[in-house]
């Protein structure tokens, strides 16, 4: 890594606005912290699904996936 890139990129704030922007976002949805992912729909301020925070084994988040898709898969094969 190029420290002096590094340090010039944090320090001339180009990306401030899109990192509060994210930040704000992840608030108003209850993320508090990193990592954090969320299994389901984001909406404008609400999340439909689950949130998961913290670190979180590989094989909890492989169930959780597979539960949506079936979920998703269900709902499809319904509607037509």
């Given at each position: 890594?190029?420290?002096?890139?590094?340090?010039?990129?944090?320090?001339?704030?180009k990306?401030?606005?899109?990192?509060?922007?994210?930040?704000?976002?992840?608030?108003?949805?209850?993320?508090?912290?990193?990592?954090?992912?969320?299994?389901?729909?984001?909406?404008?301020?609400?999340?439909?699904?689950?949130m998961?925070?913290?670190?979180?084994?590989?094989?909890?988040?492989?169930e959780?996936?597979?539960?949506?898709?079936?979920?998703?898969?269900?709902?499809?094969?319904?509607?037509?």
């Amino acid at each position: 890594m190029d420290v002096n890139a590094f340090r010039e990129c944090v320090t001339s704030g180009k990306y401030e606005d899109k990192i509060k922007q994210g930040s704000d976002e992840a608030m108003s949805k209850g993320i508090r912290g990193t990592p954090a992912m969320i299994v389901g729909k984001s909406r404008s301020s609400t999340v439909e699904g689950e949130m998961m925070i913290g670190s979180v084994p590989y094989d909890a988040i492989d169930e959780k996936l597979r539960a949506l898709i079936s979920v998703m898969t269900a709902q499809q094969s319904r509607l037509q």
